[in-house]
């Protein structure tokens, strides 16, 4: 665990928990709750996935509740969106959906990757690994009494599943671990990024 | 485990499961929801009462995730629906409904059933029973931002309770275990049923 | 846990899940719930927030359903408001403001307690003990399908902090545990009552 790549891993997924977290305070102001929310939806937003998945594999108490790290950064975050809102406001927006498509790539990886280490199904695995993407964001949703974004518009989760079974593939083709995760990781950033700049959408019933 | 009643058992088990997940997709497309969405619907609707309940318990990871069976079904309910939603559109409410009130009642019985297996309380087993039946709706629409019908209208989630305590209730007079199944939810499905065709609802404060 | 001080706890334990389970049934008929919804309403305020923490700390099944007490009290509590309530619309909302106040700081200090036996870092057991005061709130609004008040105004999650927060700080400057916890009971008490005879808010960002 204490090996390089594994602090490279802890590092990433600190970074991945910081830019949620920003987005997470943001939604608060946006939906004009005071400090104390801020801090929950920066929470929620940044953990909520991993919380959930690691409650359904049977990993408790949750990684993101196991050491002070996760929640602090997630304060931090929370913290300084409060203080430098101004600043924060006129930060491009594509430079946000940029870092947060990596972070998103990254939570569903590392949730596939978590699942399959608890031997779970891999096809359960490409599930939970879309969960520990995507359910930040809908907790977030429910707690502002919103449909949650993800289940409405976007190319959202079907990027995060896409990219979670592209690295469960790779894996059943022989590839090794690390070639896997990095693949996975990339088709599902790519894919969130193209599907943005392309305005694409998932089909609904009864649109023409 | 593999003798013929539970093979039935997870016949029926399935069936219920893809009952619930077609009201889900259903309910996805009412609210307008995309190809995503819909999925998520169907297997919140279908699995998310047993998902709770085996939290609550401990049996972890829950069934609904321990193979691939039960998210397939729900997905295929679910693309079933999105293909054929004009088909299924015209299927008379009144069927669904008692396809329903069988999966309600197949839910809260087996529900209750595994809270007494893994030694709850028989008063705690039937409030069990009750959130197998009634949870995955629930859910189902928090995500749709509503406030849940199950609290609100229709004698449904009494029905679930009431076939789990005369399930308990029919033990505790020295009845086998399958009758005593049978006869829980053969009360909650005729109580279902009967309270739609008699407009039955529950009493509130202030309602004349 | 059978000694004169674990009877206190569980007595008080007790009248905090009544006080709350009586608000929970007050918001279901402000909330045009049935009485099914009503018990719902009831159990959720008065214990969603000590499920969550055992969840996440792994205390599975949860306190609140391994005896039927929890449960009893709180249908207790959503039939007297059902049967009284315009006995009960009459009680002078300071007084119902207090009893929770003191309700808070118990469930709050309790949780504290509970996230230290279970080895949680302190600085995630005044989380874990501040969800145990606010969670159930939280679940009864989402189920109401509105924001959560505790994220977005007054004193009320803060003072649940705060309380825990000066609990763990005793124990570090060496109090025992008793008096510790007295401590951090009554810092959140005070608080919240202080807060709300002052308007008291957490800041916003924008408000001016």
Not at 32 to 45: E, I, K, Q
Request: with cysteine.
């Amino acid at each position: 665990m204490a090996n390089a790549p594994s602090k490279l891993l802890t590092a990433v997924d600190l970074a991945g928990t910081f830019v949620f977290a920003l987005e997470g305070a943001t939604a608060a102001i946006a939906g004009n709750l005071d400090f104390f929310g801020l801090l929950v939806l920066s929470f929620v937003t940044a953990l909520a996935g991993g919380v959930i998945r690691d409650l359904l594999i049977g990993d408790v108490p949750p990684a993101a509740i196991r050491t002070w790290r996760y929640a602090t950064v997630a304060f931090f975050a929370a913290t300084t969106v409060f203080l430098l809102y101004r600043l924060i406001a006129q930060v491009p927006l594509w430079s946000i959906m940029v870092l947060d498509a990596a972070g998103l790539g990254l939570f569903a990886i590392a949730g596939t990757e978590k699942a399959l280490e608890f031997h779970m199904h891999p096809f359960i695995a490409i599930l939970l690994g879309t969960v520990t993407g995507v359910g930040g964001g809908t907790v977030r949703d429910v707690l502002l009494a919103q449909v949650p974004t993800v289940l409405r518009a976007d190319v959202y989760a079907t990027a995060a599943l896409a990219g979670s079974a592209t690295m469960i593939g790779a894996r059943k083709l022989g590839l090794n671990s690390t070639v896997s995760a990095v693949l996975g990781g990339a088709v599902c950033f790519l894919l969130r990024v193209v599907s943005v700049w392309q305005h694409w959408n998932l089909p609904k019933v009864g649109s023409p």
